[in-house]
């Protein structure tokens, strides 16, 4: 092998152990240091700081976000973050919502932001209440049995425009 | 005992020169590049009327709600649309200039012309959206990362493009190729036993829930498998051919008798979550990914002199595993 190619074979095996290293979930170094950071940044910019885990351990509930809006007359209608869009858009937002499930306090900085945005489309709407609601499926053994899928609310919070 | 493993070292040192600087053809990372540029242009157009609301300032999570601010030195919109807007430019059109640069480096990517430069514009953009909306990534805009950044130092662009169609570069096997062929294919491997390995630790994955709550979630599901609850060793045989094709591709992919009914198992099984859950850009993403690495022969059946690069007896090491 020429010099070059040994060089550039040693790279690549060592972003490949990065590549390992972010698929066991593992930093390797805290970023709160200037190596642990400059590393940190390295493995954004190649990738090698994803891990794999796709639908594992297990697959998770369906979550999404509903939006009741009521004008000044107390007039109601409904509305959701994804409804008029492309099924890969779709795809996003819904993602976007799940992650909820995952970190809770979440909802106080997307609240406020799905709020503005309903308020953004709807000119008319003096108050939004965000509802979001979990999937609940039954296992197939449920279901035999005669269990049904039901939506469950986790989450209700009104907004008034301001 | 010191010379049976001195020559051990050396058979396996040889091993390892053939395995990754055997001259190889460019046209598999070609692939990679005309498939993944391809998929992701599809997934652009899907995503263009919906910018503002996905990247945008004031889209369904503000910049300043972000619940990760992006580091420092990680390219991003909201830092490019702080740059710029000293010079008049709104917000909206950092997002614009941002995403129209994403598309046009991916033109260029597919049709391979000024490859290099299109591909490194195409990382960086990418990566620039995918922080910027962070809150709505998932699995294909990771491997669309990773995918970008080879296509950035591999020669992806030395077969079946404009550069080589102009004579910029030679489509001559190489073992950069080889090289690249290489991490492409040991990344894969990781990729899938990991999700293998990390798939085996739940129990849906055993009993058969995880197809059944995969397939049944509304947005997800693209059919009605209510039935599979009444042929529950089904939904088990699919998780457990999951597992079997995800953690066995390590092993399997390295031997040619193996690594075809492997290739047609794996593109099946991501056709299968392009059609039945509706991810057909993460599904397309992964079969371009597959077909590079598996399927497009990259063995040099030129005459042995040809294949002489400095420093790598090719001779030798022209017959070596694709």
Redesign the interface.
Known sequence: ???R?TI??AL?AL??IL??CG??HEMILE?NTDTG?TL??AR????SD??????????GP?M?ASFLLIDAHGKEWTDT?EGH????????????VS?VAE?PG?MK??G???A??MF?RHPTAKTVVITIEV?E?P???E??RGEQ?RWETIYVEPFDRK | MNTLAKRLLQKLGRGF?TF??APASPRPLAALRIGVAGVLLL?AF??A??LF??FGN?????WQ???FQP?E??PNINGLARLLAPLGVSADTSVRLVFFSYVASLVMLLLGWQTRVAAVVAWLTQ?ALKTT?E?????VD?FA??AL?YCVWMPVGFAWSLDRQNGKVSDEPT??AR?GL??LQ??LC??????GV??A?????WN???I???V?????GMVDI?W???V?WL?MALCWGTLVVEMGYVFMIWHRRTRLAWAVATIGLHAGIAVFL????FGALMIALNVAALCVPATVTKPAVATE????KGAALAGAAA
């Open positions: 092998m020429t010099l190619h550039y074979t690549a972003h490949l590549v390992a698929a066991a970023p950071y940190m940044v954004h910019y190649t990738g994803a891990s794999y885990g796709f639908f594992a351990p297990g697959v369906q999404k973050l869009m492309t099924r890969e858009a779709q795809l996003r937002i819904r993602g976007g992650r970190f979440l900085k997307f406020p932001s799905w503005a945005t953004g999937y499926l296992t197939m053994d279901y035999t899928p | 020169v990754v600087a997934q899907t995503l009327g919906h609301e996905l004031r889209g369904v999570i503000q709600a972000l619940p580091p030195g990680i990566m909306g809150h709505t990534i998932y699995g990771e990362h990773i950044f073992a950069l090289l290489r991490v040991l990344h990781v990729v899938y036993f990991s999700s990390e798939k630790t739940g129990e849906q994955w058969g829930e995880a059944w709550r995969s049944m979630r509304l947005d997800l209510s599979m609850a009444n529950q939904a509706g991810l057909w850009s690069r400095k420093g790598v």
